[in-house]
Structures are given as structure tokens and as C-alpha cells.
């Protein structure tokens, strides 16, 4: 469904963070976290990464249109150490979202449990028989103009978490072709963006925080 009108920003590299055993980048809007199947698809962050720091791997993904803090690792250590972490729900984190229609709460929490909708992949959707937990929390910062700027902070990193619990209470993302199609017209981006970051550092365990400025 990423169909082959995939044309990535060609913005430089936006480097937040960089040493001995993490790089932390500003990933763009429009731009793979990973290369797609066929070589129109091959155009990624982890490539344009590679392209400068080839020891650098994988630790986690963004959708292609979600932008905001991605984290690499440069040592083999650093993956497995950072790997854990994601896997055990021990980062934190905080993104930023213009969703469709005035919250009438001030924050909340969203539990659907969420699968793979396999006729329609790679799009999600919620089951209670089958899907995996997926939990939620939001925070409304402000509403106007028939919109609502949120904060969300998701608790478990299921595939269009944020989109579909979001489209599920009645106020899709604006500009997702995937979950509120409807208002594409409103937005010239999918408005979704990972402004913050909290990890353990692998050497020494600190714990470090990374932001990306909102660009919306």
C-alpha cells in the first residue's frame, strides 16, 4: 500500500545526537525508516545513515510519514542493550499530534488490542480475540478551528498504534491516508511526529533524553 509515488524528501541529515555508541537523527516526513521491497523503495534513513556512519544499526522504526527522534546504534553491544529496552517498554515516548475534532476530555487512556488487518496490510486494526495489547495515553493541549494538538504516549509499540487508537475514539490524525482519509485536505503531511525520546545510555546506563523540534 506504500505504492510507487514514494518521492523522500531530500533534506541533509539532521543529527540530534552522535558518540561512541548511539546516533540520534531527526527523521523526516515522507522518508522510509527501512528499505521497502523493490529498488524505487530503497531510499531510507538507514541507508542515508549508512551512507555516513556504515557501522550503524538498526534499533527501531518510524512510519514513513511520521517524522521526529530515531535512534541508532554503532556497536553491535549498543543494539542488543538498546533492543532490550524497546522490547522490555522501557523507553519513554512522548510524540506530538494535530488530530480531527475538539477532545471533549483533557487526557485519557486508549486499551485496543491490535493485529494486522491481512486483506488490507500493511494497515492494523483492533480485535479483541486475537490482537496484542495496545495501550495509549493521551493528553489534549489545545483545541480550535475544529482540530486538537495532543500528546501522546504510548505504552506498548504495536504498528499504527497512535493512528488507529486515535481514528478509534473519533479524531483520526490529520493528513493519514490510512485512518482519516477524509481529511487529507486539511493537512499536507501525515501530522504525527516523535518529539522525545527517553533511553538508557548502553555504556553506563545514564539516562538520556533526545528531542526533536515539531515541525508542524
Excluded at 552522535?18 to 521497502?36: F, I
Aim: hydrophobic share 40%; proline share 8%.
Amino acid at each position: 500500500m506504500i505504492g510507487a509515488a514514494y518521492n523522500p524528501p531530500q533534506t541533509p541529515l539532521s543529527i540530534l545526537h552522535q558518540d561512541h555508541e548511539l546516533l540520534v537523527v531527526d527523521k523526516p516526513s515522507g522518508l522510509l525508516s527501512v528499505p521497502g521491497k523493490g529498488a524505487h523503495l530503497a531510499d531510507c534513513l538507514l541507508t542515508r545513515v549508512q551512507a555516513v556512519f556504515p557501522e550503524a544499526l538498526l534499533v527501531h522504526r518510524l512510519d514513513r510519514d511520521t517524522s521526529g527522534v530515531m535512534v541508532f546504534a554503532l556497536t553491535p553491544h549498543a543494539q542488543r542493550h538498546l533492543g532490550l529496552q524497546f522490547e522490555k517498554r522501557q523507553t519513554k515516548k512522548i510524540y506530538l499530534a494535530e488530530v480531527d475534532g475538539a477532545l471533549a476530555e483533557a487526557s485519557g487512556i486508549i486499551e485496543l488490542p491490535l493485529i494486522v488487518d491481512w486483506p488490507n496490510r500493511p494497515l492494523q486494526k483492533v480485535d479483541f480475540e486475537t490482537g496484542k495489547e495496545a495501550v495509549t495515553e493521551w493528553k489534549r493541549l489545545r483545541s480550535g478551528d475544529g482540530q486538537s494538538r495532543v500528546r501522546l504516549m504510548p505504552k506498548t509499540g504495536r504498528s499504527h498504534q497512535l493512528r488507529v487508537h486515535m481514528r478509534e475514539i473519533g479524531h483520526p490524525i490529520l493528513g493519514d491516508p490510512f485512518y482519516g482519509p477524509e481529511t487529507l485536505g486539511r493537512a499536507e503531511r501525515l501530522m504525527l511526529h516523535a518529539y522525545e525520546l527517553r533511553l538508557r545510555h548502553p555504556d553506563g546506563g545514564r539516562g538520556m533524553r533526545f528531542t526533536a523540534p515539531c515541525p508542524f
